[in-house]
């Protein structure tokens, strides 16, 4: 049985599904883009116009050092129904060790929802953090994209390693190289 064409196959149908998702998640339409003060606020509307639409939502806040912000978002149809939420903490420290001065944090957070009706949502954002003055205005960006992309990046990902291990456990890279070495000439 010669799997180096299984091998090969796997990695083109891969690559076939990474760039799918690549293409997937391309931004459509155009951004909506508020700020609210640290406590909060309600983003919107959202308007969906077409079933299962996909939006990216990118939440921002600047974090003093050695504080944190725990942000929570309630996802909410036009009459006030709760559908969903998500949540994350953003935070910031610097320090000094053996290796010089440091610093790390996380100031941002993205998320993928996908809207499963047309409609009008909200999304209502609340914040829990170390201390209101040591942290900044929550920024939010959302825009469509144009699918989900999570299954098509998963399967090229397993596919792709699929192939480039049946690829090299059956020799094909050995034999491309050989191949290789005699066209040169």
Same mark, same amino acid.
């Given at each position: 049985?010669?799997?180096?064409?299984?091998?090969?196959?796997?990695?083109?149908?891969?690559?076939?599904?990474?760039?799918?998702?690549?293409?997937?998640?391309?931004?459509?339409?155009?951004?909506?883009?508020?700020?609210?003060?640290?406590?909060?606020?309600?983003?919107?509307?959202?308007? &969906?116009?077409?079933?299962?639409?996909?939006?990216? &939502?990118?939440?921002?806040?600047?974090?003093?050092?050695?504080?944190?912000?725990? &942000? $929570?978002?309630?996802?909410?149809?036009?009459?006030?129904?709760?559908?969903?939420?998500?949540?994350?903490?953003?935070?910031?420290?610097?320090?000094?060790?053996?290796?010089?001065?440091?610093?790390?944090?996380?100031?941002?957070?993205? &998320?993928?929802?996908?809207?499963?009706?047309?409609?009008?949502?909200?999304?209502?954002?609340?914040? $829990?953090?170390?201390?209101?003055?040591?942290?900044?205005?929550?920024?939010?960006?959302?825009?469509?994209?144009?699918?989900?992309?999570?299954?098509?990046?998963?399967?090229?990902?397993?596919?792709?390693?699929?192939?480039?291990?049946?690829?090299?456990?059956?020799?094909?890279?050995?034999?491309?190289? $050989?191949?290789?070495?005699?066209?040169?000439?």
């Amino acid at each position: 049985m010669n799997t180096d064409k299984y091998g090969l196959s796997f990695v083109i149908f891969g690559l076939v599904c990474l760039i799918t998702a690549w293409i997937l998640s391309s931004h459509i339409g155009d951004t909506i883009e508020q700020s609210f003060p640290p406590t909060g606020g309600k983003f919107g509307p959202i308007k &969906i116009e077409e079933e299962s639409e996909v939006l990216e &939502i990118v939440v921002t806040q600047h974090v003093g050092d050695r504080h944190w912000s725990a &942000i $929570e978002a309630e996802v909410v149809d036009e009459k006030g129904n709760y559908l969903f939420a998500f949540s994350d903490e953003l935070w910031f420290e610097t320090g000094r060790d053996s290796d010089g001065p440091w610093q790390e944090g996380k100031n941002n957070y993205d &998320i993928s929802v996908t809207f499963p009706r047309p409609g009008n949502y909200f999304i209502n954002f609340s914040s $829990e953090n170390s201390r209101s003055s040591s942290v900044g205005d929550i920024s939010v960006k959302a825009n469509k994209k144009l699918g989900s992309s999570v299954a098509h990046l998963w399967l090229g990902i397993i596919s792709f390693v699929i192939g480039v291990a049946l690829f090299y456990f059956s020799g094909g890279f050995t034999r491309w190289f $050989e191949y290789l070495q005699k066209t040169e000439l």
